[in-house]
């Protein structure tokens, strides 16, 4: 027997959408009635929506994707948590049926991204202090041998074998050791 009753899938969190139009109509350096104009609806509305109130439609939000020069996803789209982990094992993977070989997606590439990829061997002692790189880099790490401590100042995070870590780069941030040993691979990304 069906349950015809079954309740509706929840809807997006609107403060979501609400950070995602702010975001976008202040990196297009539009105003409230310029951006209603250009995507034909009405400028209390967008009020209401950048202000986490009212209930968007999609045609709604795909007009003022189409207005602000973004795809739909952006303004759907979960916010990026600020340090991400994934932990060996838990990623997302694909097996193929020819040979024992998994791939783990750990990120994607944005458009127009630029990656550096280092190797980095450490050894106990002091930490590897830095200071912040340039505005909108990021930084991926999977540890390969040994634990390290990583992660932006304040918020590090202890890795070890297979584990994978992104976080800002343009904050400061620390590599430490927690045994001998310890490798990982970095991979640089300047936006």
């Known amino acids: 027997m069906t349950d015809d009753t079954a309740a509706p899938p929840p809807r997006l969190p609107l403060d979501w959408i609400a950070a995602a139009l702010r975001r976008e109509r202040t990196r297009a350096g539009l105003s409230l009635s310029e951006l209603a104009k250009r995507a034909g609806i009405a400028k209390s509305t967008l009020s209401q929506l950048e202000a986490a109130g009212g209930n968007p439609s999609v045609e709604t939000l795909w007009a003022l994707g189409v207005a602000l020069g973004v795809p739909f996803s952006v303004l759907v789209e979960p916010p ?17 049926e020819q040979a024992g070989y998994a791939a783990t997606l750990l990120s994607a590439s944005p458009p127009g991204a630029r990656r550096d990829l280092y190797h980095i ?4 002692g002091a930490a590897r202090v830095s200071e912040p790189h340039i505005p909108g880099s990021v930084e991926h790490l999977i540890v390969s041998e040994g634990r390290v401590l990583a992660g932006p100042r304040g918020e590090e995070v202890e890795l070890g074998p297979g584990d994978y870590m992104a976080f800002r780069g343009d904050v400061a941030h620390s590599y430490e050791a927690l045994a001998p040993g310890s490798a990982f691979v970095l991979v640089m990304q300047h936006v």
Do not use: K
């Open 80 to 96: 990026a948590p600020a340090v991400q982990v994934i932990r060996a094992g838990q990623g997302p993977s694909v097996h193929s």
């Open 121 to 124: 061997r450490l050894e106990p």
